[in-house]
């Protein structure tokens, strides 16, 4: 008996009945009583070894993790993993993690593959001039990205979130709340999400009849130290009357950089500017970790690390037949940091 | 020719000949041309699956990651991961990440070991009643610990920064400022670091004769939303003549809370509450990523992740022979959020 058929018996879900068995408090005791007993009596027992050796599977997916002197990897990457962790637990899978700088990054595909040593990868932060996508495929490993490349039409399983909707439905509330003059402090625009981001600000602008070159872009790593430099270039004895009156900006890490400037200029938020931040839910920095609280767009990363397990791991065992794009809305969750557009002055 | 050779050869050390291989950017073109140059004339050339086939070994180091919904990974493990990544690469190691509740991290061990899926593990978040290091000692697992046990005299490998020594400095200076009411936001107290910076605190206080009693404590996982509270519950509505003149902080991210907590008290920096952060050098939050830069307890947890990965190496390879106890000295950085105590008001 396995996971799927001791599931369908008790009429419960496989994540129920993997948690009740591997003791998550967020199930019932009664629910974990019954669950119990039904292994216990259908003989089922997670057995990973005895399966990996029955498969032939490695009983890993991978991961090429950028290196390099010059890389910082985003804090945000501890929640992806949290994610990922805790779907990978329930199938009996570890994660490996192979180091790369990026030009030497297909060496390391070529390696993985040639080791054996997992049974798919996973493809996060997805460029422009994405290559990787074209070498799994030669290489023959199963794989999933996280993001996508910019074009649809490549037919391959990923997971993303609706960064141009995001960022349409944000710049959309501050032109509707009178905003015209809007500075948008971007990711490295050499990573798909943050072009698709600038495209749905973009598209709200131009709805409401203003150009793109209207829009003050401005793409740098996502620091604290960044955000507050670009909008100390953006305020610091800027003229009111033709400064931003609104600020997008790309993370909370990024928000955090750009308070403490408008901080420091005696600048306020909302009254003299509208700041609308990308929240990727991070429990160590909420939105509310701000002494006026921020309209942000909101997905959970966490959750796209537990999804990017889940379908990866079906792919390999052969569950998700046709490979499926699947694009997550974005909530926009109005908070104290957004208000009507000063008026002209 | 092995990368010892051909180092000794060309009179370099290791690293720099494998950066130079490897295409790091901080070697000069001159040494990258020699070590190529040599590399091709002794037919020297990395070639990990062979190496691996040969030697037995699988080529990976593994960490069991702690996973659950009520676990959150510290942001800064991806600094770790930076550190150990680049170190990893130069030895042709990957990391394998095993996930595991607290519950079943035995089970985990057990798996890991069974399946000869690594050639070492490391340990880190060292508890107070440390089960693990007894355990894979008993597996045979070839190991390491970041941070240790309670029990100095344990006899194991491990890195630690001395952060009883740092918390003593950061606690003195603040007594030779003339601040006699301390209040702490530490970390979670089941965790050996937060008790060893507890201890330098009590033993700088104590050679400035004051009792355990008189230091204001709070252990707490370390988000912003913790220093936040905590400092509200330390400084709201509190009378000026009891309240604490200077509050120590486990981390950047505590530190956040705390000063957003003391702005919108109208409490200023150093004028009326002296801070002290540890800083474990974050690129996406710096200390002088504060309106009053902060003084800091430092230490780079990506060095640690590098040290962590080259030990275990060597500890897996035999040319660590004895096991090593490693503990950094760790920095006071003294800038703008310290000065004198408040006279009596």
Redesign the interface.
Known sequence: MNLKQLSELLHLSQTTVSRAL?????VSAETRRRVLEAAQRHGYKAN??AR?LATGRA??IGYV?P?????????H???F??GL??H??MREV????????R??EQEAYR?IA??R?VDGVYLSSMRNDEQRIALVRELGLPFIAHGRALDPAAGYGFVDIDNEGAFFDAAQLLLQLGHRRLAFVNGDTDFTFAVHRLDGVKRAMAGHGLPDAALRHHAAA????NG?RLAMALFRDADPATRPTAVLSASM?TT??IV?AL??LGLKMPRDVSVISHDDV?????PD???VPLTTTRSSIRAAGARICERLVNIITGEEKAPLGEIWPVELVVRASTGPAPRAG
Chains 1, 2 share one sequence.
């Open positions: 591997n003791g998550y408090p967020e990973s070894n990996k009983g890993a993790l290196v390099g002197r010059n890389v910082d990897l985003d804090p990457f501890v929640e993993l949290a962790g805790e990978a637990l570890d994660l490996s993690l192979t180091p790369a700088p030009e030497r390696r040639a080791s040593s996502m620091t604290e130290g507050y890490f955090l950089g403490r901080d420091q991070f429990p160590f920095l909420k970790s701000f002494t």
